[in-house]
């Protein structure tokens, strides 16, 4: 298979290399050159298809020549080893939990899977990538864990001091061998200015390949498809009308969710919740994008006033905004309305989502679903996560998870850093 830069169609690569460059020398994210359909036969049987069997067929096109199909399944096999439970909350509506992986968020999956590809692409080289990434605290434990241990394979991540819960801090700081966390006295904008400032500083890409690890990288940004097709196997019995609302930030895992639906996955329509960071809601209604600067809120991991997906969510839809209002809905919500979300979810229906979740709830209820519909909202994160904003809303203390409680008690290890020059000793040694 090949991708295209956004920014210039003319613009060409392979599999391997838009996985190992992450962005194109042009700046422009990667796009597939081509999308078929998978055949109807799959989709009307697809509850025969173990989930491995499910994301190997649905990512087979995208891979092309990259990788054998023995690899790739291989590949697929060990990111996927855990559960994606869709649990019923009322009549019409449903959770699809992706947090049931190592470090309880959705970004286990395509993390996962990104350095497992980086893996085999390094595997018989002694080509040396070093993972630069900047966190507002979920990226950076999921994309440790996922590449703890990768042979050729140094992970750095920048995190803000003190602006990532606990149980985030220390998923990215535990880990050790191949895993660094430089803990960066400023706020996530600052760490990811570093981040970028780095990818463009020639000193430093003589000396090191640097690559990205956020859903711009298409190895992070396709697997995300699987978990629609899991919902969609798991409440096909069910089957009306599927709406599903995803909580965005920047906007990779809605946009796997449409991908998801050009391969034949018949989805009814998405729901796009955000926080206050309402860009992409404000284009759907304005038809005029226009980033701003983020706002802080305790959905952290939406909190993006430029959302880098939203490329690829035009290229989709060809830039046609009617045809995009069409099959998206955006609303956005406050603070207050997603801690109250979480309290109704909590007190009425016994369940303790996450404000991500919360917000995906709420993008339901605002949309009104119809007799002939069922909602699914992605839970993409575990309670346990933000535990600061959920336990005072629901009254109520949370026992941490397995995954959890065995990190809690490490002992945190990182490098303190101020500015960009200390960033750049360090990526030099
Ligand atoms: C990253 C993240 C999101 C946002 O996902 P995007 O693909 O960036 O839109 C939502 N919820 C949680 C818990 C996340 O970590």
Redesign the pocket.
């Given at each position: 298979m090949q991708y295209y830069s956004l920014e210039n169609k003319k613009n060409i690569t392979g599999f391997k290399q838009a996985v190992l460059k992450g962005l194109a020398d042009d700046r422009g994210l990667y796009f597939p050159k081509a999308i078929t359909p998978l055949p109807k036969n799959f989709i009307k049987n697809i509850a025969d298809y173990s989930n491995q069997e499910i994301a190997f067929l649905a990512i087979r096109q995208f891979i092309g020549d990259g990788f054998t199909d023995d690899i790739l399944q291989e590949i697929i096999n060990e990111t996927l080893c855990f559960d994606f439970p869709t649990v019923k909350i009322s009549k019409n509506i449903y959770a699809l939990e992706l947090?049931h992986g190592p470090t309880m968020?959705?970004?286990d999956v395509g993390a996962r899977f990104m350095a497992r590809c980086l893996g085999q692409i390094n595997k018989n080289s002694d080509h040396k990538t070093t993972v630069l990434v900047a966190t507002s605290?979920?990226?950076g434990g999921?994309v440790a864990s996922g590449f703890l241990g990768v042979k050729n394979v140094d992970v750095v991540i920048l995190y803000p001091s003190k602006k990532v819960s606990e149980v985030q801090e220390k998923q990215l700081t535990t880990l050790g061998e191949n895993i660094t966390a430089l803990e960066v006295n400023g706020t996530f904008d600052d760490c990811q200015a570093m981040v970028k400032k780095a990818f463009l500083d020639k000193e430093i890409i003589e000396k090191r390949n640097l690559t990205s690890a956020?859903?711009i990288n298409i190895a992070r940004w396709l697997p995300?498809m699987f978990y629609y097709f899991f919902a969609f196997k798991q409440l096909i019995n069910h089957y009306k009308e599927m709406i599903f609302s995803?909580?965005?930030?920047?906007?990779?895992?809605?946009?796997?969710g449409i991908l998801a639906k050009k391969l034949g996955l018949p989805i009814k329509h998405f729901i796009a919740a955000t926080n206050v960071n309402d860009v992409v809601p404000e284009y759907l209604l304005s038809q005029i994008y226009k980033p701003k600067p983020s706002i802080q809120t305790i959905?952290n991991?939406?909190d993006?006033g430029n959302?880098?997906?939203f490329v690829r969510i035009q290229e989709l839809y060809n830039g046609d905004w009617e045809m995009l209002k069409k099959e998206l809905s955006g609303f956005a919500f406050t603070d207050d309305e997603t801690k109250n979300s979480m309290k109704k979810l909590y007190t009425a229906y016994k369940y303790i989502a996450?404000?991500?979740?919360a917000v995906g709830y709420l993008g339901l209820q605002q949309y009104g679903l119809k007799e002939n519909e069922i909602g699914v909202f992605?839970e993409?994160?575990h309670p346990v996560?933000f535990l600061d904003v959920v336990t005072p809303v629901i009254g109520k203390e949370i026992d941490f998870p397995p995954q959890i409680a065995k990190i809690i008690d490490k002992e945190k290890k990182a490098i303190t850093i101020k500015n960009y020059e200390a960033l750049k000793s360090f990526l030099f040694n």
């Open positions: 947090f968020a959705f970004k605290g979920d990226t999921a956020n859903s995300q995803v909580p965005s930030g920047n906007f990779g895992n809605i946009c796997a959905s991991a939406m993006v959302p880098s997906n996450d404000p991500h979740g992605l993409t994160a996560k």
